[in-house]
């Protein structure tokens, strides 16, 4: 059974940073892709950004230039670089592991306040 585990979260005033983790249980090199989604109140969960096993990245629009996803195969962790936050950005994160089904954590609260 996999677990992903994510922590980090917190309040942050507009402006600052915050970095998320994701602790998987096992390797995350049997994932194809890992990736961070997020949900607003009232909001579909949206995808914020994905990092393949190949360490490609990819980013949401909104996001783009300000979060950084990054790796620990040793440490089978995923990260989630937040700067530059703004109060839009105040969500639940949630960690997603891929490969033949979907693995999600808890989730974690981020707020930005103005």
């Known amino acids: 059974q996999v677990q992903l585990v994510e922590s980090g979260g917190g309040l942050v005033q507009a402006g600052g940073s915050l970095t998320l983790s994701c602790l998987a249980s096992?390797?995350?090199?049997?994932?194809?892709?890992m990736r961070w989604y997020r949900q607003a109140p009232g909001k579909q969960r949206e995808l914020v950004g994905t990092?393949?096993?190949?360490?490609?990245?990819y980013y949401a629009g909104s996001v783009k230039g300000r979060f950084t996803i990054s790796r620990n195969n040793a440490r089978n962790t995923v990260y989630l670089q937040m700067n530059s936050l703004k109060p839009e950005d105040t969500a639940v994160y949630y960690c997603?592991?891929?490969?033949?089904?979907?693995?999600w954590g808890q989730g974690t609260q981020v707020t930005v306040s103005s």
């Open positions: 997603n592991a891929n490969n033949a089904n979907d693995y």
């Open positions: 096992g390797n995350i090199f049997r994932f194809n892709a």
């Open positions: 990092i393949t096993s190949g360490g490609s990245t």
